[in-house]
């Protein structure tokens, strides 16, 4: 059974920073695109940033330039950094992985899903 744990989140400062890990264990992560989406208050679930298998990343606009991506095969592990954050990042953050190495933009195409992590950004 997949099981994503998600740890980083927290409460920062605008123009502050945070560092998401998201942990994978049931099978070969290194063969899987793992996603970050966000969910706020009232809000839809909406994509964040996504790394294929193979190292191919893929940013939402209001990512590029300031959060990056990244992933460690050894340890099973998906990063998200966040720098510059600002008050309207302020959401749950969850991790996602699929069934195939491409990524995707839709939480549709994704199988599963951790339990989120909050992140706050004061202003």
């Known amino acids: 059974q997949v099981q994503l744990v998600e740890s980083g989140g927290g409460l920062v400062q605008a123009g502050g920073s945070l560092r998401l890990s998201c942990a994978a264990s049931?099978?070969?992560?290194?063969?899987?695109?793992m996603g970050w989406f966000r969910q706020a208050p009232g809000k839809e679930r909406e994509f964040v940033a996504t790394?294929?298998?193979?190292?191919?990343?893929y940013y939402a606009d209001s990512a590029k330039g300031r959060f990056t991506i990244s992933r460690d095969n050894a340890k099973n592990t998906v990063y998200l950094q966040m720098n510059s954050l600002r008050p309207e990042d302020t959401a749950v953050y969850y991790c996602?992985?699929?069934?195939?190495?491409?990524?995707?933009?839709?939480?549709?195409?994704?199988?599963?899903w951790g339990q989120g992590t909050q992140v706050t950004v004061s202003s």
């Open positions: 790394i294929s298998w193979n190292n191919i990343t």
């Open positions: 996602a992985t699929r069934r195939v190495g491409a990524g995707s933009v839709s939480a549709r195409g994704y199988d599963y």
């Open positions: 049931g099978r070969t992560f290194s063969s899987y695109a």
